[in-house]
């Protein structure tokens, strides 16, 4: 009897097993195969959220050439449109006949590319159209991003080679007396104010080898210092770019894409390579830009109208303080803590020397000293709040963007609202960065909170998108 009872649980075990593998390894496949997702300009981390939640579907690979800067084809005024198209006819020629449901998901540009997709398929393929549930673009330029105008990333790239060398009001107000100054003091006491400012700076320097090649920028600031006319010019150098990207900490590999837009908004053609491949990121560039021919087309009522016919969800990045960037908090307080140093030392001085008629001229050049190290450390200190200033066209220093773009132009152009279709999803702690490469550059504090807000929005737009309330 004992015999049988547990003959019968292993049968029972093993058909169990068998069913399970069966469902799981072939009949669900088979299932979901006609409902497939479709990432433009995805990503790992992206991918590996909306796998979670969208169950039901295939994460469909794009086998075909995507190519961010659409440098496959032939330039014009609306290239992300054009490269849009090409994309879904590649998508309705490989799908048309089998698909049950599809779901458009975009980051970046990525999502311009699948509301003109979504537009196009509902113009020319109304019968495909109908099978698409609905459209999902994170952090994207809906209604276009400031910082893609020549004159913002201008500015910023000026404001931060003046950081870089260290001058500003104080500097250029009693600059015409230093030297008589310099002259009054003896050899001694020059060599001694120097050797501290010396162990200052080198205990910077030792603190920030980790996130700079010290040497290789000394050479860079001195240029900067010889030239008055323009120092956002010498950011477009190797040694600037390199310098002013080490903020964002993203100028290599996946995050490449970050350097070529601000290349691209400076119209910038030798910084690209100056060949044909630069003049597309300049042009998508441009496409970017509010009020461009191409987002103009996008957003005019005809085409809004055609992508009305789908549900619609934002996920909106509002973490645009470089300072929650591990890299640039990093280098931000070095600095600003070493410059808060010297301005303590010879304002300590400066009252010291004051005290006596016989010895103003050492208390003024320790004022004077003392002035310009305060401007560098308040200009340091203020190079979050100017870049928030120049992402949002001069309006505001809020943080209410994600590095590249303001959350009022992420949202969507039309917004109807849950109830007839739309939905935006605000995520705090997420920039532009983090849907590309993930969470490792945001700061330690901020990490688990931008995961934890991406998975739910995953979570959002899987619910939204898959009910049956529009």
């Not at 992206?46 to 075909?64: E, P, V």
């Not at 006949?97 to 699948?114: C, K, N």
């Not at 290789?216 to 900067?224: P, Q, R, W």
């Not at 963007?401 to 109807?416: A, C, S, T, V, Y």
Request: hydrophobic share 40%; with cysteine.
């Amino acid at each position: 009897m004992r015999k049988n009872i547990k003959k019968y649980i292993k049968n029972y075990l093993r058909n169990f097993i068998t069913m399970f593998l069966l469902i799981c390894l072939i009949i669900a496949p088979i299932m979901a195969d006609g409902k497939k997702v479709y990432i433009v300009n995805g990503s790992d981390f992206i991918r590996s959220y909306f796998k979670t939640y969208f169950k039901n579907y295939i994460f469909a690979n794009l086998d075909w050439n995507e190519d961010y800067w659409a440098s496959d084809i032939n330039i014009s005024k609306k290239l992300i449109w054009d490269k849009s198209e090409q994309l879904a006819n590649y998508i309705y020629q490989k799908e048309g006949s089998t698909l049950e449901s599809l779901v458009l998901i975009g980051f970046s540009q990525g999502g311009l590319r699948v509301r003109s997709m979504a537009q196009y398929f509902q113009e020319k393929y109304q019968n495909f159209a109908s099978k698409i549930k609905g459209i999902i673009v994170i952090d994207s330029p809906n209604m276009g991003g400031y910082i893609a105008r020549k004159e913002n990333i201008q500015n910023f790239c000026n404001y931060a080679g003046d950081c870089l060398i260290g001058t500003g009001i104080c500097a250029t107000s009693i600059i015409g007396i230093y030297g008589l100054l310099v002259s009054t003091l003896s050899n001694e006491e020059l060599s001694e104010w120097e050797k501290s400012e010396e162990n200052i700076s080198l205990f910077a320097q030792s603190k920030l080898s980790s996130f700079l090649d010290i040497e290789n920028i000394k050479e860079y600031i001195n240029a900067l210092k010889n030239n008055e006319i323009d120092k956002g010019i010498l950011l477009k150098t190797n040694c600037g770019r390199n310098l002013l990207f080490k903020l964002f900490n993203v100028n290599e590999g996946k995050g490449k894409w970050f350097y070529e837009i601000f290349n691209g908004a400076l119209e910038d053609r030798a910084a690209l390579g100056n060949n044909d491949f630069a003049d597309h990121v300049i042009e998508v560039t441009k496409e970017f830009r509010p009020g461009s021919e191409f987002l103009n087309y996008l957003n005019n009522d005809e085409n809004l109208e055609l992508e009305k016919k789908f549900k619609r969800v934002a996920l909106i990045g509002t973490n645009g303080n470089l300072k929650n960037l591990e890299c640039g908090k990093n280098i931000i307080d070095i600095v600003t803590l070493s410059h808060f140093g010297l301005f303590s030392l010879y304002l300590l001085n400066g009252l010291i020397y004051s005290k006596s008629i016989f010895t103003w001229n050492k208390a003024i050049y320790c004022f004077y000293k003392s002035g310009l190290n305060f401007v560098a450390m308040v200009q340091w200190s203020a190079l979050p709040s100017k870049f928030s200033y120049c992402v949002t066209n001069r309006r505001s220093n809020s943080d209410d963007h994600d590095l590249l773009i303001p959350k009022e132009n992420q949202q969507l152009p039309g917004f109807r609202g849950e109830e007839k279709g739309d939905k935006h999803i605000y995520m705090s702690a997420v920039n532009h960065i983090v849907p590309s490469v993930g969470v490792d550059y945001l700061i330690s504090s901020l990490r688990d909170l931008a995961k934890r807000q991406f998975d739910r929005a995953a979570f959002d737009s899987n619910e939204f998108i898959n009910s049956s309330n529009q």
